[in-house]
């Protein structure tokens, strides 16, 4: 896929208490769309084998309070992307590690389960790409269910490209 | 809170972009994805990496292969999957299952397995 393509997350990170891992929400209509290419979390401490629910899906209105995360370019000859860090899944920005949930309905589009030991990667296929339309008021939303017990180090993030 | 435990005797390696700490090696069977990593028995941590993919096209879609990462270094393979079996990493790549042997101690090689 030779479209830009970048990644947003954090490393090393202690979970702030709620669920949401990292939240995109796509700029306006005349801007891109973003097609989301993967999805990953893992704990770099030594942990015990424990599953935990982990799902994706969009959240409308009233969104979540995230630690802003400016999105890497994958091919260092990419301009910087549409998207920007914010704290507040505003249009046009993303952000991670929620410290708060937003108040929104959240609708799933898949739920998965993980082990702590071995993390989690969900690649898509070409046809799996979820795509978030430019002008949507809502955000995506990747995260727990419910919070695991061991909130440290850990390292999550999604990739993304502009479509 | 307990200190995280950190030992000389805990397996450690790297993949995006830290250092995974575990006490043992990957079970059998644990294959990327959806896991993220496996840990091999000489704590080589193995995952899928994101960054120069290939892209095939073999029918109506196109197929992606991942570049197979060891300790976050590219290993020069590409792969859909990764799987720790009998304590070997198998890849799976355009070619059919491909096995990790090691040859010599520290030196190891990419042969062709479907069964191990």
Same mark, same amino acid.
């Not at chain 1, 942990?47 to 890497?72: D, E, K, Y």
């Not at chain 1, 030991?117 to 898509?124: D, F, I, P």
């Not at chain 1, 296929?125 to 939303?141: D, F, K, N, W």
């Given at each position: 896929? %030779?479209?830009?393509?970048? +990644?947003?997350?954090?490393?090393?990170? $202690? @979970?702030?208490? /709620? #669920?949401?891992?990292?939240?995109?929400?796509?700029?306006?209509?005349?801007?891109?769309?973003?097609?989301?290419?993967?999805?990953?979390?893992?704990?770099?401490?030594?942990?015990?084998?424990?599953?935990? %629910?982990?799902?994706?899906? +969009?959240?409308?209105?009233?969104?979540? $309070? @995230?630690?802003? /995360? #400016?999105?890497?370019?994958?091919?260092?000859?990419?301009?910087?992307?549409?998207?920007?860090?914010?704290?507040?899944?505003?249009?046009?920005?993303?952000?991670?590690?929620?410290?708060?949930?937003?108040?929104?309905?959240?609708?799933?589009?898949?739920?998965?389960?993980?082990?702590?030991?071995?993390?989690?990667?969900?690649?898509?296929?070409?046809?799996?790409?979820?795509?978030?339309?430019?002008?949507?008021?809502?955000?995506?939303?990747?995260?727990?269910?419910?919070?695991?017990?061991?909130?440290?180090?850990?390292?999550?993030?999604?990739?993304?490209?502009?479509? | 809170?307990?200190?995280?435990?950190?030992?000389?005797?805990?397996?450690?390696?790297?993949?995006?972009?830290?250092?995974?700490?575990?006490?043992?090696?990957?079970?059998?069977?644990?294959?990327?994805?959806?896991?993220?990593?496996?840990?091999?028995?000489?704590?080589?941590?193995?995952?899928?990496?994101?960054?120069?993919?290939?892209?095939?096209?073999?029918?109506?879609?196109?197929?992606?292969?991942?570049?197979?990462?060891?300790?976050?270094?590219?290993?020069?393979?590409?792969?859909?999957?990764?799987?720790?079996?009998?304590?070997?990493?198998?890849?799976?790549?355009?070619?059919?299952?491909?096995?990790?042997?090691?040859?010599?101690?520290?030196?190891?090689?990419?042969?062709?397995?479907?069964?191990?």
């Amino acid at each position: 896929m %030779s479209l830009r393509e970048f +990644t947003v997350g954090t490393k090393a990170a $202690t @979970l702030a208490g /709620a #669920t949401t891992l990292v939240a995109i929400r796509p700029a306006a209509a005349v801007s891109a769309n973003i097609g989301l290419l993967r999805h990953w979390a893992g704990q770099y401490a030594n942990v015990t084998s424990a599953n935990w %629910s982990i799902n994706f899906g +969009t959240q409308a209105a009233t969104l979540p $309070t @995230l630690v802003s /995360a #400016t999105p890497a370019k994958v091919n260092f000859q990419d301009a910087v992307s549409v998207i920007t860090g914010g704290t507040a899944a505003a249009a046009g920005t993303c952000g991670v590690n929620a410290s708060a949930e937003g108040g929104g309905t959240v609708t799933d589009i898949w739920d998965d389960v993980m082990n702590s030991v071995n993390g989690y990667l969900r690649v898509n296929t070409p046809s799996e790409v979820e795509v978030l339309a430019a002008g949507m008021a809502s955000c995506s939303r990747f995260g727990f269910t419910v919070a695991p017990s061991s909130l440290t180090l850990w390292n999550f993030g999604e990739a993304f490209v502009e479509l | 809170m307990r200190p995280v435990f950190r030992d000389s005797v805990l397996l450690s390696g790297r993949a995006v972009g830290g250092t995974f700490y575990r006490e043992n090696a990957s079970e059998p069977y644990v294959t990327i994805p959806p896991a993220l990593i496996i840990t091999d028995s000489n704590g080589a941590t193995w995952t899928l990496g994101h960054a120069g993919y290939i892209e095939v096209f073999n029918g109506r879609w196109p197929d992606w292969f991942w570049p197979v990462l060891r300790n976050d270094v590219p290993t020069g393979e590409h792969a859909k999957k990764i799987e720790y079996r009998r304590g070997k990493i198998r890849i799976w790549t355009r070619n059919g299952w491909r096995v990790w042997t090691e040859h010599k101690p520290g030196s190891m090689i990419l042969a062709p397995g479907h069964f191990i």
